[in-house]
């Protein structure tokens, strides 16, 4: 019912046309419900009606898939789930855009939008961020949902994706790249990863307001950073991009800032794949998937 009232909310304001993928039946009857009058697209994979496109789905499917032990019968049955036949729509052209995960496990949505969709060319990782609204403004944090444990490399390149996200809402990022260290007060290997990361930056994208290994409370208070590291490349900003050095870390703190402030969100925003899919959290309310 959520998907449906988002559905409905996006269609009325004219934020995006939906094209609604399940049981014909349930959508109507939902929709009659809701009072979700508009004449919109409706996707039965199981009905006889969608056999035509299904079969022609499948041929792509395999013909993109058959060197990795896929065969046209398992192509086939793969086009009778709603995440593997919306992605290859969206692969087609056929829709411009994909949101999935309200039900699904979040790996089994992920699944097939790499293997169907697949990452920009020279993107190594794929990643996740979220924007926070909060008192300060908005904050962009990443990566919320992929990256386990990212190296360094992984960790600049999900900062890039992040700042480019940031400025296509019409920000300039200042971006942190949080630690429980502080310019080298830790010389463990979790901590010199994150400088290793911002040495990266500062090389690859000189022109990028980021700094290295600090943490949470440095971050935020820019009286603090400003008396005890004026030399940062952050000193009298204002942060608005946090990147975390682990999945571990960032789910944690999202989780918390969310709860605790009652902010609202908008993604998990997927970065780095060659189309536009969003995949949400499990059980995401109408707002977060309108938002999306």
């Given at each position: 019912?959520?998907?449906?009232?988002?559905?409905?909310?996006?269609?009325?304001?004219?934020?995006?046309?939906p094209?609604?993928?399940?049981?014909?039946?349930?959508?109507?009857?939902?929709?009659?419900?809701?009072?979700?009058?508009?004449?919109?697209?409706?996707?039965?994979?199981?009905?006889?009606?969608?056999k035509?496109?299904?079969?022609?789905?499948?041929?792509?499917?395999?013909?993109?898939?058959?060197?990795?032990?896929?065969?046209?019968?398992?192509?086939?049955?793969?086009?009778?789930?709603?995440?593997?036949?919306?992605?290859?729509?969206?692969?087609?052209g056929?829709?411009?855009?994909?949101?999935?995960?309200?039900?699904?496990?979040?790996?089994?949505?992920?699944?097939?939008?790499?293997?169907?969709?697949?990452?920009v060319?020279?993107?190594?990782?794929?990643?996740?961020?979220?924007?926070?609204?909060?008192?300060?403004?908005p904050?962009?944090?990443a990566?919320?949902?992929?990256?386990?444990?990212?190296?360094?490399?992984?960790?600049?390149?999900?900062?890039?994706?992040?700042?480019?996200?940031?400025t296509?809402?019409?920000?300039?990022?200042?971006?942190?790249?949080?630690?429980?260290s502080?310019?080298?007060?830790?010389?463990?290997?979790?901590?010199?990863?994150?400088?290793?990361?911002v040495?990266?930056?500062?090389?690859?994208?000189?022109?990028?307001?980021?700094?290295?290994?600090?943490?949470?409370?440095?971050?935020l208070?820019?009286?603090?950073?400003?008396?005890?590291?004026?030399?940062?490349?952050?000193?009298?900003?204002?942060?608005?991009?946090?990147?975390?050095?682990?999945?571990?870390?960032s789910?944690?703190?999202?989780?918390?800032?969310?709860?605790l402030?009652?902010?609202?969100?908008?993604?998990p925003?997927?970065?780095?794949?060659s189309?536009?899919?969003?995949?949400?959290?499990?059980?995401?309310?109408?707002?977060?998937?309108?938002?999306?």
């Open positions: 019912m959520d998907v449906l009232k988002a559905a409905q909310l996006a269609f009325e304001e004219g934020i995006a046309t094209v609604l993928l399940g049981d014909r039946e349930t959508i109507l009857e939902l929709k009659k419900k809701i009072d979700f009058n508009a004449d919109i697209t409706i996707i039965d994979m199981h009905s006889e009606e969608s035509g496109i299904r079969a022609q789905y499948a041929e792509k499917f395999w013909n993109k898939r058959k060197r990795n032990c896929i065969t046209l019968y398992s192509a086939q049955a793969k086009m009778r789930e709603r995440n593997y036949f919306a992605a290859i729509m969206i692969h087609d056929d829709a411009d855009g994909m949101i999935s995960g309200y039900s699904r496990v979040y790996s089994t949505v992920v699944k097939p939008v790499f293997e169907v969709i697949g990452k060319v020279n993107v190594k990782k794929a990643a996740i961020a979220n924007i926070l609204t909060t008192e300060r403004g904050m962009f944090l990566d919320r949902a992929i990256n386990i444990e990212p190296t360094a490399e992984e960790l600049a390149d999900i900062t890039k994706m992040t700042a480019n996200v940031a296509a809402f019409g920000f300039d990022p200042v971006v942190v790249m949080l630690s429980y502080n310019f080298g007060s830790s010389t463990h290997s979790n901590a010199t990863k994150v400088r290793e990361a040495e990266i930056l500062h090389s690859s994208v000189p022109e990028l307001v980021v700094d290295r290994d600090i943490q949470f409370d440095f971050a208070n820019m009286e603090l950073l400003q008396s005890k590291f004026s030399f940062s490349k952050l000193a009298g900003k204002k942060v608005n991009t946090l990147i975390f050095p682990n999945f571990e870390a789910n944690i703190t999202y989780k918390l800032l969310k709860e402030n009652k902010a609202d969100s908008i993604g925003i997927m970065l780095g794949l189309k536009s899919v969003h995949i949400l959290q499990l059980g995401a309310s109408v707002n977060e998937i309108v938002n999306i």
